[in-house]
């Protein structure tokens, strides 16, 4: 059976949170894993209100240090040193990330009842026999990294395929995922009649940068790619100004790196009534798009 990633937007709004759009949190389940996107204010009631319990986080990737993206990080750490949690949590996001994890427990008090490990990172920083992780520098006005979650591409055997020939799984099983044929009961199988290949997924964060070139080649043909859509092309001097993307620039993002789906977020409170005019121009120059709502759910 193919295992799905659930991604939760857990806030998407800009850096003055809305009735509607909390500050930016997304939320990356995948088997064993739940990975934090960001944690602005507010993050951990969002966790009750979508269900979940934040004690199941096993990392947090914090794009950057903009109170937005940032100011649930103290909170949502105490919360779970309080709820008994006992993993080892690890804290990845771009350079400075150390100094200013470290001046925030100064400011509100070290964590001491687990361990955190706190990695300034870029490129490929994790992998495991499941999925890795990366970064890339993104162009804001302090460090900024941009994420992409990639499951890797597996072989799987067809049980049903065994079932139907009445074969039992057991040691003469062990090298068909490497293509073997194998012997049972006297009899030679072919080993392409009995596996099939899951491809691998991938699903790219672009939060807060100014358009650059890095951009198209990091989120390249990305199964979802959720892309920060602060302002509409008419503001794009405003844009440009702080250093953010337009509806515009994510469309036309998309549309190069050849992804499947564009999902807009980080959306500017000037446009909570006529969020339309984003979600059209973006889809002017790339179809398959959609604008998040906290609570949303996607499965990929």
């Known amino acids: 059976m193919t295992e799905r990633i659930k991604l939760t937007f857990l806030g998407t709004g800009g850096m003055i949170p809305s009735e509607k759009r909390n500050h930016p949190a997304f939320l990356v389940s995948y088997k064993d894993e739940n990975i934090l996107v960001d944690c602005g204010e507010g993050t951990q009631i969002q966790f009750r209100k979508a269900g979940l319990n934040p004690c199941k986080i096993t990392r947090m990737l914090i794009t950057h240090w903009h109170g937005d993206h940032t100011f649930g990080l103290p909170g949502i750490l105490r919360t779970l040193s309080s709820s008994g949690y006992k993993k080892k949590l690890f804290i990845y996001g771009p350079r400075g990330i150390k100094k200013h994890i470290h001046e925030m427990f100064v400011a509100f008090g070290d964590i001491k009842e687990f361990e955190i490990e706190i990695n300034e990172v870029s490129g490929k920083f994790f992998e495991n026999q499941d999925f890795w992780l990366e970064a890339e520098n993104m162009v804001h006005v302090q460090p900024c990294n ?155």
Request: with cysteine; hydrophobic share 35%; net charge positive.
């Open 146 to 300: 941009a994420y992409s979650f990639c499951v890797k591409e597996k072989i799987r055997i067809d049980k049903r395929k065994l079932k139907k020939f009445k074969i039992q799984e057991g040691i003469h099983l062990r090298n068909l995922k490497e293509g073997k044929d194998f012997v049972y009961n006297g009899k030679k199988y072919s080993a392409k009649n009995f596996i099939y290949k899951e491809i691998g997924k991938k699903i790219s964060f672009v939060l807060d940068t100014s358009v650059n070139e890095k951009i198209a080649p990091f989120v390249k043909n990305s199964d979802l790619l959720v892309c920060e859509s602060s302002f509409h092309s008419s503001l794009e001097k405003l844009a440009q100004e702080y250093k953010h993307l337009t509806s515009k620039q994510a469309g036309e993002i998309a549309r190069k790196a050849k992804i499947k789906k564009l999902v807009l977020t980080h959306l500017s409170e000037r446009y909570d009534k006529n969020q339309k005019i984003v979600l059209n121009e973006a889809r002017k120059f790339f179809k398959n798009t959609t604008l998040a709502k906290d609570l949303d759910v996607v499965w990929v």
